[in-house]
């Protein structure tokens, strides 16, 4: 363990949040999201000029405005692509992208699948209500497929739902994990691991929105630790979402593919070398 | 619950359990001011302010002193919520002064039981004494809470009926 003396001047959590009142629901899971991401940045100490947390739309992806970080708060479903934009050209930041599961999954699935694939050095934080709370509570790619409350779908979508952990594992996340609001310090410590592992990170944060989706306040008694520790070998990580129930709390993966970084060194010195590269022979 | 052996330890301990209490409190008082709940987010802003003196009242005692950096997960509770800290779901844009005060007797109650389990753990006679300190000023602090809730009647049965939702489904 760590010595540190209280006369030290060492960034605690508070230091993170910016003086920007969330206009979140009281109740809603966000809240402690949002505390397990400054605990998350406090545990690390990381400079808060060179972290940049960057969203979509939706009620989650409000968080940048409350951290006193970076941010940007993109286009609905277009987090992800600026987040790789800017890690590979400052790769001396720490990018985190934040949302929701419709932002991530619905209008952002395919840039996710993606990111996946490309690997590059930086985490991403899925806020999971199983809904679209913003626009007043229709059913997410994640939603069950009987959920019958949703007004656009009053018999339910009657559709699988999408597997965030199975799909990054397959696309090539090389970090992958599930958290709960209702554990704050857990989600914080996964958050942790996920910054700190090489590769693009996927974390899938269980959060209630206690508004439309009131019954997920249960998920408090429902959620449960994963008895394994997380695994470098794909194949092993694939069987155990085989079983995964989708409360199961934990890393799952820790891979060891080589992230991507982009060569800046020019493949040609003029024009015309290009031209050569690209000419069709007849 | 993990053991906790030295002074140093439960000074780190209770720090960070008055922190999070700070913590918690300052959100719920936003929350409450942004939804306008003037009443509980004024109640809520008073626990945010005692919970900040106790915690400055430890950084003052523990001066100088090498306190062990112990990460939030690595705090060790047994089973239990953090001592002293409201669940981030259990506030309500309607709740009422008692709901809330219910919650804080709740939390302070958790304190309590917190530190005399300490106090009577196996740490060093020091650390035991200290811990039963807290333990009692806890326990004024639930009795002094549950004079406060007294103040208020319990919520009628449509408590957290609105008329015009902010949120509205049907
Ligand atoms: C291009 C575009 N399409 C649709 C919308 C409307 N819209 C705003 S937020 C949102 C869904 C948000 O759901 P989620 O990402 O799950 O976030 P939550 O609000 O649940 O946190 C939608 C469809 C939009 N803003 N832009
Ligand atoms: S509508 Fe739902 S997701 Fe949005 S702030 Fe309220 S509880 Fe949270």
Redesign the interface.
Known sequence: MDQTSTSTAALKPKDYKSDTKPVWCPGCGDFSVLSAFTKAMAAMQLDPERVVVISGIGCSSRIPAYLNVYGFHAVHGRALPVGIGLKITRPDLTVMVAGGDGDGFSIGGNHFMQACRRNVDMTYVVMDNQVYGMTKGQASPTTEPDWERGKLTPHGTRINPFYPLVIALASGANFIARASSNDPNGAARVITEAVQHPGFSFVQILSPCITFRPEQRDWKKIVHPAPVVATADPAVAARRLMTDDNFFIGTLFKGERVPFTPEFEPRAESAHELETAFRMSA | MKTINTCAEFLAYALAIE?EAT?RYT??A??????NNPEVAALFREMARLESEHAHRL?VA????????????E?DFGDED?PEAV???????L?TPYQALTLVLKAEQRAVDFFQRVAEGNGNDDMKQLAAEYAAEEREHVEKVAKWRNRYPPPDDNWDDDPDP????E
Not at chain 2, 30 to 35: F, H, L, V
Not at chain 2, 62 to 73: N, T
């Open positions: 922190e913590e959100v719920f936003e929350q409450m001011e942004t939804t950084e523990a001066e100088g002193e090498s306190l062990p950096a112990i990460d939030p997960w705090l953090p669940d981030y779901s259990a506030t309500h844009y709740m902010p949120n509205e489904l």
